[in-house]
């Protein structure tokens, strides 16, 4: 049966000293392990967000695509946790109200045909209408902006707190070696 140590991150000196050098490869395991722990917060934290617009609806989902996207990877010394979609800059940090493109209107009528049970052509009018609410002023809409859902920056510290649980759980298993 192992032997269970339960430290804390003010003994860690403590812990570099007795480990030698195997205390930064255990650092680095609870790292990455901590990371993807972090996925799952990530993606209840997406159904949580505060709406993009004023009376908008709560949550960062249409399609799950961004709440799905949630990924932890290795770097050298530790781990990352991302979101690879093209907008996730957009759903963590906001919009100033700019015009919407091309690529924006065929967006806009594929969410409206899909989430407002529109025919093609009726989707098409709503995408232009939704646009030109979206665009400056100087396009004659209203100027909407989309705010910061803060998805991963919104709770740094509940993070933080998943990781350190799982650094001071391996340095707890390699002490436990001994």
Not at 89 to 105: C, M
Not at 115 to 133: C, G, T, V
Request: some cysteine; glycine content about 10%.
């Amino acid at each position: 049966m192992a032997k269970v140590i339960k430290t804390n991150l003010a003994q860690w000196n403590q812990h570099m000293q007795q480990l030698g050098k195997r205390f930064i490869p255990a650092v680095e395991r609870g790292t990455v392990s901590g990371a993807m722990r972090c996925i799952p917060h990530l993606q209840k934290r997406t159904s949580l967000a505060p709406p993009a617009t004023t009376g908008g609806k709560k949550g960062a989902v249409d399609t799950g695509l961004y709440k799905m996207a949630w990924k932890s990877s290795p770097i050298s010394g530790g781990a990352r946790v991302y979101n690879p979609r093209p907008y996730s800059g957009t759903v963590e940090y906001g919009r100033r109200p700019a015009p919407v493109n091309r690529q924006g209107i065929r967006q806009l009528q594929t969410w409206a045909k899909r989430n407002l049970n529109l025919s093609d052509k009726e989707a098409k009018r709503a995408a232009f209408a939704i646009a030109r609410k979206m665009s400056p002023t100087s396009m004659g809409g209203g100027g909407k902006k989309l705010l910061a859902r803060k998805v991963l920056t919104g709770d740094e510290k509940g993070l933080i707190r998943i990781v350190e649980k799982e650094i001071l759980y391996e340095l707890d298993r390699e002490l436990a070696k001994k």
